[in-house]
């Protein structure tokens, strides 16, 4: 099982600026906790060892909360100086990993994957990347995916605001490092949906398994104000 996994915190949070002034999207506060807490309790629950925050935006609140340990979680932090995107964040956070796969999360979405699971597909498959899908009824605020009957993804559809259902990137992933590193450029802000799923798609071996699992994305205020309601029934502590 993998005991490492990357939590990408450096977003500016345009969207939900008038609703948590000078905080970074990833702390925003849920029923007074930060959102990062109850990632970071789910991580926890199914071993994960050791958290590698990439931060960007105001990341000095981040490390002054956090510091190195959470329950007993190790914290270290890969920052960027300049915005690098969330392929060029995670390229940089991914050297700080002393083993060859890493889990990564979106730092302002939750979903509730079976991590046990998720791993066991990935590695049964022999994926170089694996992605945790969600069927959503709307999937208008999100590109699409495509995959075979053996869960190898053949495509990703650009979002076109078209009301229906659909599959999409639950934005929890498991990279091989080695993998990553060949086929992604240094120092260069990029983007992990656009830049490297996409365009690799024919090139290795990505998959995609389906968790029907709670989802939610707070980068808007409307589900900002959903998850002080659902996450007061949270079960990961």
Not at 14 to 24: A, D, G, H
Not at 119 to 130: C, G, I, L, M, R
Not at 139 to 166: A, D
Request: net charge positive; glycine share 8%; hydrophobic share 35%.
């Amino acid at each position: 099982m993998i005991k490492t996994a990357i939590i990408l915190a450096g977003g500016f949070g345009t969207r939900l600026q008038s609703v948590i002034k000078e905080l970074p999207k990833p702390m925003a506060p849920i029923n007074n906790i930060p959102f990062l807490n109850y990632q970071l309790n789910y991580l926890k629950h199914y071993g994960i060892k050791n958290i590698i925050f990439s931060t960007g935006f105001l990341a000095e609140k981040i490390k002054n909360y956090y510091n190195n340990n959470y329950k007993g979680l190790t914290i270290v932090y890969s920052h960027e100086t300049n915005p690098l995107g969330t392929g060029g964040g995670i390229r940089l956070a991914i050297n700080n990993c002393s083993t060859n796969e890493v889990l990564v999360l979106n730092g302002d979405s939750f979903f509730d994957v079976n991590l046990f699971k998720f791993y066991t597909f990935h590695a049964e498959n022999s994926a170089q990347v694996s992605l945790a899908l969600r069927e959503v009824s709307d999937s208008s605020r999100y590109g699409t995916i495509l995959k075979n009957k053996n869960h190898s993804i053949t495509s990703f559809k650009e979002k076109n605001g078209i009301n229906k259902q659909g599959l999409i990137n639950g934005g929890v992933y498991i990279l091989n490092k080695e993998v990553y590193l060949k086929y992604t450029p240094l120092d260069i802000n990029f983007s992990i949906e656009k830049d490297f799923f996409e365009k690799k798609v024919n090139e290795l071996t990505i998959f995609g398994f389906e968790f029907n699992g709670y989802f939610i994305d707070i980068g808007i205020p409307d589900d900002y104000k959903k998850a002080q309601n659902d996450f007061k029934e949270f079960k990961y502590k």
